[in-house]
């Protein structure tokens, strides 16, 4: 064989090794484990999926959703041609690696960091490699650079540490490293900064959003990223036409143009309920990372059983067992209060 046939191959064994994604979680009372806005969904969001005209559902949906990416472009501030929507910020990233990599190419990112970036990879016949973070919960750039990736993937905040990575670090990367940076925002509203401005400057850049977490629209599946015209016309290409439905595109515009004031009111409760659950877990020996996102995450040993011990007491948050550094830890999804209250009084039980 030559030596592309034999890399070809080794790519194709490693996606054919990929399992199917099935956490098997089952349904629980109080879901504490996604992320998503557990107050609902915004209120003219609501009325625009109630009133689709069914023509709007007979016919296809619109070839790029370019009215949506109009009301995005506004919302974070570039022009329209510099946006792509996706399926989730899931396809973005699954879209992306394929329009950048090539089999057999190396995706970088942190250790922990979002659980499904190895998974994309090796679905696009790419290889993975993660590199720990340093003691301060920010990313190892040293060693991220070190392994020259063809794609290199922050998360800022970080999932599911809640870290924010540091500016100067995101600057850095975007010069030194050899390919194309994805840069995932998914938790940005709940932080009150961006690098999103960073397109201006890069070529490289790919910042990622989504409206399943601020704006209450996970059901939906409305992903978007931003950067240079050139880079998201890639990934336009590897998606291809109709892939936004026209309930999302519809739900989303309204929620963009009609919802701001909702929006933001829920980012600032969530922030808020995010501190007062810190300080509950603090008041209970606890000592919950900084979090800069709408989740907590919070050290607890043998954190595999609690959170069993808590699904039988009707309430699931995310363990996440040997974190490097930190060791065995829950995520908790921040949301109204009295649910919070209901997790606290489980946790209580168990612990
Ligand atoms: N990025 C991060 C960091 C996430 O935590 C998630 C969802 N948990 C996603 C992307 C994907 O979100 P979605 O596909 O709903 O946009």
Not at 324 to 348: M, Q
Request: proline share 8%.
């Amino acid at each position: 064989m030559t030596d592309n046939s034999q890399r070809l191959a080794v790519a194709r064994a490693a996606y054919d090794a990929v399992p199917l994604y099935d956490p098997k979680r089952a349904p629980v009372d109080l879901d504490l484990t996604d992320n998503t806005n557990l107050w609902g969904i915004p209120p003219e969001a609501e009325r625009a999926w109630r009133e689709l005209p069914v023509a709007r559902i007979t016919r296809y949906p619109t070839l790029y959703a370019a009215e949506l990416k109009q009301a995005l472009a506004a919302y974070v501030g570039v022009t329209a041609d510099m946006i792509v929507t996706g399926c989730g910020s899931d396809d973005i990233l699954d879209s992306a690696m394929r329009a950048f990599g090539e089999a057999d190419d190396l995706v970088a990112g942190p250790e922990p960091s979002f659980a499904m970036i190895p998974i994309f990879a090796r679905m696009n016949a790419l290889r993975y490699t993660g590199c720990v973070e340093l003691p301060s919960h920010q990313p190892d750039i040293e060693a991220l650079l070190a392994t020259k990736p063809k794609l290199l993937y922050l998360c800022s905040p970080n999932n599911p540490t809640g870290a924010l990575v540091a500016r100067d670090t995101i600057e850095r990367v975007l010069r030194e490293a050899p390919g194309v940076v994805f840069l995932d925002e998914a938790y940005a509203e709940f932080a009150g900064v961006s690098s999103v401005d960073l397109v201006q400057q890069s070529d490289r850049l790919l910042v990622i959003r989504t409206m399943s977490k601020a704006f209450g629209l996970a059901g939906l599946r409305i992903g978007y990223a931003i950067g240079q015209p050139s880079l998201v016309m890639e990934v336009e290409k590897s998606r291809g036409p109709y892939k936004l439905n026209a309930m999302a595109e519809q739900t989303a515009l309204a929620a963009l143009q009609h919802d701001m004031p909702w929006v933001n009111e829920h980012i600032a409760l969530a922030v808020e309920l995010r501190e007062r659950l810190a300080d509950a877990l603090r008041s209970r020996g606890f000592a919950p990372l900084a979090s800069h996102a709408n989740f907590v995450c919070v050290p607890v040993p043998d954190c595999v059983n609690v959170g069993l011990a808590l699904r039988e007491r009707g309430v699931a948050v995310r363990p996440f067992p040997g974190l490097p550094h930190i060791g065995d830890t829950l995520r908790i999804s921040v949301g109204p209060w009295p649910l919070l209250e209901r997790f606290l009084a489980a946790f209580d039980d168990v612990m």
